[in-house]
């Protein structure tokens, strides 16, 4: 049982950590959307993955290097999916703010990566199945009353956009695409994660075994995310924004969300792998949940609220602690 709760903290911190990820955006000056995906892809998905690589110890690189090609091109794969993904996130987040991108996004990214792997046949069927049904109609319940109750929200964009998004219906759109596409970070894990067992099991730690999926996974990410970035910002003409006056500002905080992303992997690469740990795609659900959870309470710190009734902010709290409450179902044992 202790093990078990050492988990899902660590799960939730992951959660965290991801959700803070989207706070600077609000403190950016003079930057379009696309510099700051550009940014804060550099830092999250390049530098810092990199740097990780370079301290990796001796016995991962070993073990690492004989990994067929194979797991590798497949993994970057999942990640270019996981980048289109986040570059639709970002035009939800930066249209209708944290707490909406966190939670109607990855409410649909809960349950495509709990539900994929078991229809692919990829991890074992749920231990309690009415369990996890339960949990994932939470999950599902609650992400559709965000998305109702969000249309009633401001609407007012964090930043100037690519798309002019006028309406809500298209908003809808673009995030159910980004919670499917999403969900290709915690596809890699899920898939991958046999290759991370015998990583372990020959004598690689936890941490440093995860930068097998970590790596490839967050290339391919960037490698969607910054050609189209910078594509946006060479047909928009604001290509000079990204050495602007304001640039030492604005680079430092794309790099404290690289500093989020890698706080997140490192987090979440440990509790899905180290003893006592749940299900891949119940972690991503759990991880996913807590996410939500933690976003919605920042986007209601940061003001994204302001002016709304008590009853929408009643009910957009609600939905958060039953998305929540569906992850805890998704990892009963």
Not at 115 to 120: C, E, G, N, S
Request: net charge positive; with cysteine; aromatic share 12%.
């Amino acid at each position: 049982m202790r093990t078990h709760a050492g988990t899902l903290l660590l799960l939730a911190a992951s959660g965290f950590f991801q959700a803070a990820f989207a706070l600077p955006v609000r403190y950016l000056r003079q930057w379009r959307w696309e510099q700051m995906w550009v940014g804060q892809s550099i830092a999250a998905n390049v530098l810092l993955p990199l740097a990780w690589a370079t301290v990796a110890p001796a016995a991962f690189w070993n073990r690492a290097g004989g990994l067929p090609l194979s797991h590798w091109l497949t993994v970057y794969a999942w990640g270019v999916l996981w980048g289109l993904g986040g570059v639709a996130w970002g035009l939800t987040l930066t249209r209708l703010g944290i707490a909406f991108a966190n939670s109607f996004v990855f409410g649909v990214t809960t349950a495509a990566g709990a539900l994929l792997p078991i229809a692919a046949g990829a991890v074992e069927k749920p231990a309690h199945p009415r369990l996890f049904a339960a949990g994932l109609l939470f999950c599902l319940l609650a992400t559709v009353l965000i998305g109702w109750l969000r249309r009633r929200g401001p609407q007012d964009a964090m930043l100037p956009m690519p798309l002019p998004f006028r309406s809500y219906t298209g908003v809808i759109a673009v995030a159910l695409f980004a919670g499917f596409a999403s969900a290709g970070y915690g596809l890699a894990y899920t898939f991958a994660f046999p290759v991370l067992r015998r990583l372990i099991v020959g004598g690689v730690s936890e941490m440093s075994a995860t930068l097998a999926i970590v790596l490839p996974a967050y290339l391919g990410c960037a490698s969607v995310a910054i050609p189209l970035g910078v594509l946006v910002a060479a047909r928009s003409g604001s290509l000079p924004l990204f050495f602007h006056a304001h640039a030492l500002r604005n680079w430092s905080l794309a790099l404290a969300m690289g500093i989020c992303a890698a706080a997140t992997a490192l987090l979440y690469g440990f509790a899905g792998s180290a003893a006592g740990h749940l299900s891949p795609n119940v972690s991503f659900g759990v991880f996913i949940s807590f996410l939500v959870l933690s976003g919605t309470l920042l986007g209601l710190a940061a003001g994204e609220m302001r002016g709304c009734s008590r009853r929408f902010i009643v009910g957009l709290l609600l939905s958060a602690a039953g998305l929540v409450a569906g992850a805890l179902l998704l990892s009963a044992r």
